[in-house]
């Protein structure tokens, strides 16, 4: 399905759960726009601003933040097919991206496991980069710049720093793969990061689609038995929102830490660009203490 078609789609789903209200009722409960219009944009013949998908998400009761991950994808315009590989994009499609973190020491230390299943979307793909934020108060345990372990199917090849902004940097890792892909294969590998981070009150762990587009992401945070936040959130959509923004009261963004201590956050057909991830807030009547092991 075409990112339209997708679109569309959530919106039919969304209407049929709300009981199929007329498109003249949505019209009127949103205001400033036409029944016909509605008609359209559920047909997937039309997709209008996002302020209108936002107001008609909105009266179906939708979850605000999916809509705009489906919506952005309409306005991306995706990289050339067989783009060479370069320090922004890699030139594959992520068919799964499961990334684990387990935090302990209330949120100062995290190792953090991510798996990827990849399509290779031209010939002779034979790394993938990964991008670790080395930003001001983070330090990557074992290596004083950055630690991304190979941990299944894979090796690190050259490593370098970037400028990502006036708060910090990145290193970028090349991993290198078992085998080259040609367009169209599928492969598998995963890698490993220890992170060492500052006490604060709230802290966050997310992945940014860094390729062509991600079918199914699973963000999973596990935390350990002294280490329970009492309030966690996520957030999936684009890069101009803070991450660490905590949802007002009530807000389907808030997730529920389970009896065994994780939370899970899953997400599919994001665009490229698209930033996924769970924040959390610790008690700041028992702030943490910054360790590192």
């Known amino acids: 399905m075409t ?26 409960g949103v205001g400033g726009v036409s029944h016909t219009t509605v008609n359209e944009m559920l047909r997937g013949s039309r997709v209008p601003a996002w302020e209108l998908v936002e107001k008609v998400g909105r009266f179906l009761e939708g979850d605000e933040s999916e809509l705009r991950t489906l919506w952005m ?5 995706p990289l050339p097919r067989g783009e060479a590989h370069n320090d922004l994009w890699d030139p594959v499609y992520l068919d799964r991206l499961v990334v684990t973190s387990f935090v302990s ?22 790394r993938f980069r990964v991008r670790a934020a080395a930003l001001q108060g983070i330090s990557h345990a074992g290596s004083g710049r950055v630690n991304v372990e190979p941990y299944l199917n ?15 940097d990145a290193w970028l890792v090349d991993v290198l793969l078992a085998v080259p892909l040609d367009e169209g294969e599928y492969g598998f590998f995963a890698t490993r990061s220890r992170y060492a981070h500052p006490a604060r009150f709230t802290s966050y762990t997310e992945t940014t689609i860094t390729c062509q587009g991600a079918r199914e992401v699973l963000i999973r945070v596990q935390f350990s038995s002294d280490s329970v936040p009492p309030k966690c959130w996520s957030y999936v959509g684009s ?42 807030k ?3 009547t028992n702030s943490p203490e910054l360790v590192v092991r």
């Open 3 to 28: 990112p339209e078609e997708l679109l569309a789609s959530a919106l039919r789903k969304l209407h049929l759960k709300a009981g199929k209200p007329s498109t003249r009722k949505i019209a009127g």
């Open 73 to 77: 994808a309409t306005q991306k315009t």
């Open 105 to 126: 020491g209330k949120g100062t230390r995290e190792v953090r496991t991510v798996e990827r299943w990849i399509r290779a979307t031209s010939d002779g793909v034979d």
């Open 154 to 168: 894979c090796t690190i090849g050259k490593v370098k720093p970037v400028k990502i902004s006036e708060e910090g």
């Open 239 to 280: 890069s101009e929102i803070d991450m660490q923004e905590e949802p007002p009261a009530g807000s389907r963004r808030i997730l529920p830490v389970s009896s065994s201590r994780y939370v899970d956050l899953p997400a599919r057909s994001l665009p490229p660009g698209a930033r996924v991830g769970v924040a959390w």
């Open 282 to 284: 610790w008690d700041p």
